[in-house]
């Protein structure tokens, strides 16, 4: 079974320009999270999908960044204009049911998307 | 939401038994809890998880007391490759996972 993807691996762009982050999930996640570590400190959460349906997108920090799942399968995030304070790394995780509220139930992580903005 | 407070960062040898407490004072009478190990570079990557008592598998056990304001993961025999930020998650009602800010855990020879 394949894991949760996330492409590029590594992204280095110059302050202003565009960057999308796409996220494969699991094939049969409902559920998509998107979460982001700054400069080595706690990883924070960014918003959740279930399916094409965003539940929660209070974490987004401003309106440069926009996060899609179109059909319910893989998502994107984009940020436009990119800042320097938008480096750090994106994860990406997925379940099929809402982790933590069922048993056995939990996250499958990307390895992330390493973001550095100049 | 059910916020977690773990210690920043812990130290420990090789071959000890290491014991990471995390409160989390307003857990919901439906949420498990979930700890995840993350090394650098990588994911999280999920340990174990529980709803009360004890659990136990192949690399951690899990203790919560009865009023499971806490939870105690517990590695036995740590080795050099056990050295990783270790995170506590409590599932809450509106189903979005917010992680601490974990414990750095790192063992020496």
């Known amino acids: 079974e394949a894991g949760v993807t996330q492409f590029p691996s590594h992204s280095v762009i110059e302050k202003g320009q565009t960057v999308t982050l796409r996220c494969d999930p699991i094939s049969g996640h409902d559920n998509l999270y998107w979460y982001r570590r700054v400069m080595g400190k706690e990883i924070k959460f960014l918003l959740h999908f279930v399916k094409e349906s965003k539940q929660d997108e209070s974490g987004m920090p401003n309106n440069r960044f926009l996060a899609e799942r179109t059909g319910g399968t893989y998502s994107t995030l984009k940020v436009q204009p990119a800042e320097l304070e938008d480096s750090g790394v994106y994860f990406c995780?997925?379940?099929?049911?809402?982790?933590?509220?069922?048993?056995?139930?939990?996250?499958?992580f990307g390895s992330g998307t390493q973001l550095s903005v100049l | 939401l059910a916020k977690t407070t773990q210690p920043i960062s812990m130290d420990s040898y090789e071959g000890q038994e290491v014991n990471i407490t995390c409160s989390h004072n307003n857990i919901a009478t439906n949420d498990y809890i979930t700890w995840y190990q993350q090394f650098p570079s990588q994911g999280p990557r999920f340990i174990i998880q529980?709803?009360?008592t004890k659990v136990t598998n192949e690399v951690a056990s899990l203790f919560i007391p009865a009023d499971r304001k806490s939870s105690t993961l517990s590695l036995p025999r740590v080795s050099l490759s056990d050295t990783a930020v270790y995170y506590c998650l409590v599932g809450d009602s509106n189903n979005d996972m917010r992680f601490g800010a974990g414990t750095r855990l790192t063992v020496k020879p």
């Open positions: 529980g709803y009360k």
């Open positions: 995780a997925s379940s099929q049911d809402v982790p933590g509220a069922f048993d056995n139930e939990k996250l499958f």
